[in-house]
Structure formats: structure tokens, C-alpha cells
């Protein structure tokens, strides 16, 4: 009786993988393009997770990364703080800073 209902959790545990956790806080979302990548953007006002949504063949960290803060700025119109976006090619953790100059 459970395998009936394992097709109806399927596209909901897929589903989960594009939302940040709740209890991270980051309760604005938003979608940008940059280096050639797709960005899946969840931020608040201190900090922003950018979850690359494209696929590609052994993407380099490093390019990931600038393209994900890129992404980030521009879905936000906060500055991302030197030195603290850190994560892999799925997903880079950042600090913001949105104070208005």
C-alpha cells in the first residue's frame, strides 16, 4: 500500500530541492542569469544563498562562484561582502550588505 503513494512524493521531495530552508531566514527569492549560469536567488537583508539551476559539465568553482555573486547583486541591488561568498557548484552561501549609500 505505501509504493502507491511513492509516484504522488516524488515531484514533491524534487520540488523542495529549488526552496531554501526555513529556518535559514531567507525569506525573499528571485532569479537571475550570469556567466552563463542560472541562479536561483533566496536572500534577507544580512545574507543570500544562490542555487545554480542549469546543468553543465564540471563547471569551474571559481567562475561559479563570481557568476553566483554577480547573480546575487543584481537580484537584490545589495552588494555582496568581499571575501565571504563560500559553498560549491550548486550552491554559494554569501554575506550582504544593503545599506543605502
Known amino acids: 500500500m505505501r ?3 511513492l509516484p ?3 515531484p514533491l521531495v524534487l520540488t523542495a530541492c ?3 530552508h526555513p ?6 527569492t528571485g532569479t537571475a542569469s550570469a556567466g552563463g549560469h542560472d541562479f536561483r536567488v533566496n536572500w534577507n537583508l544580512e545574507s ?5 539551476t542549469n ?14 555573486v554577480q547573480a546575487t547583486q543584481e537580484v537584490t ?3 555582496v561582502r568581499p ?3 563560500m559553498g560549491d557548484i550548486a550552491l554559494v552561501n554569501m554575506a550582504l550588505d544593503c545599506r543605502v549609500e
Open 23 to 28: 529556518l535559514d531566514g531567507l525569506n525573499r
Open 55 to 68: 546543468p553543465a559539465w564540471r563547471p569551474g568553482l571559481t567562475q561559479v562562484i563570481q557568476a553566483a
Open 3 to 5: 509504493v502507491r503513494f
Open 48 to 52: 543570500a544563498q544562490a542555487t545554480r
Open 83 to 85: 571575501g565571504t561568498a
Open 77 to 79: 541591488g545589495c552588494k
Open 18 to 20: 529549488n526552496v531554501a
Open 8 to 10: 504522488l512524493m516524488f
